[in-house]
């Protein structure tokens, strides 16, 4: 059984800097696009960024492009996100997950095969 699981969040001071990760266990995810996501209460969840299977392409939503770097290395099967300049609007509850195949185009979060249980990100003002 396939199963993702990402750190421990946290609070942090707007301007700060949080890194998040997801490790799988159950299966290696060489093949699959991974991605992060995030979803404020009373907002739709949205993708924030998704990376190929090699590594080799990333992609990111408008409002965390020059600030948010999505990585991963396959040898340890683990997602990276690392949030920088964090901004008071960040505040959600971010998820991982993986997509058989090449990140959605547009990004969006359908088609996602497994899915992390969320952990908690919150910026302060």
């Known amino acids: 059984q396939i199963q993702m699981v990402e750190s421990v969040g946290g609070l942090v001071q707007a301007g700060g800097s949080l890194r998040l990760s997801c490790t799988v266990s159950g299966a290696t995810l060489d093949d699959y696009a991974m991605g992060w996501f995030r979803q404020a209460p009373g907002k739709e969840r949205e993708t924030v960024s998704c990376?190929?299977?090699?590594?080799?392409?990333?992609y990111y939503t408008e409002s965390v492009q020059g600030r948010f770097t999505i990585s991963r290395d396959n040898a340890k099967n683990t997602l990276y996100l690392q949030m920088n300049g964090l901004k008071p609007e960040d505040t959600a509850m971010y998820y991982c997950a993986a997509r058989w195949g090449p990140c959605s185009d547009p990004l969006l979060p359908g088609g996602y095969n497994y899915w992390g249980q969320g952990t908690q990100v919150t910026v302060s003002s």
């Open positions: 990376i190929t299977d090699t590594g080799h392409s990333t």
